[in-house]
Nanobody
Framework: QVQLVESGGGLVQPGGSLRLSCAAS????????MAWYRQVALKERELVAL???????NYADSVRGRFTISRDDAQSRVFLDMRNLKPEDTANYYC?????????????WGQGTQVTVSS
């Protein structure tokens, strides 16, 4: 059974930093694309950053240059380092893992961790 557990969210002042972590169990992440999404109430979930198993990364325009995604496949973890946080970064952040198994896309989500940027 695949399980993703996020941690590291919280309340931070504008301009501050946070590090989100996601621990995956039941899956070897070395072949997976791992990503962070975020969602604000009544809005669609949006991609924040992703990391492919080939070492590629991609970021939403709104966070590029401020957020960094990294991964440790030996520990089955993915991280999101966020700096220079802005009030508009306030959201519930979700860890995502995608991988192909027998020709089918397997997609898994964590339960989310809340990030609030406010003075």
């Amino acid at each position: 059974q695949v399980q993703l557990v996020e941690s590291g969210g919280g309340l931070v002042q504008p301009g501050g930093s946070l590090r989100l972590s996601c621990a995956a169990s039941g899956i070897m992440t070395g072949r997976a694309t791992m990503a962070w999404y975020r969602q604000v109430a009544l809005k669609e979930r949006e991609l924040v950053a992703l990391s492919t198993n080939g070492g590629g990364t991609n970021y939403a325009d709104s966070v590029r240059g401020r957020f960094t995604i990294s991964r440790d496949d030996a520990q089955s973890r993915v991280f999101l380092d966020m700096r220079n946080l802005k009030p508009e970064d306030t959201a519930n952040y979700y860890c995502n893992v995608d991988y192909w198994l027998n020709g089918r896309l397997q997609r898994y989500w964590g339960q989310g961790t809340q990030v609030t940027v406010s003075s």
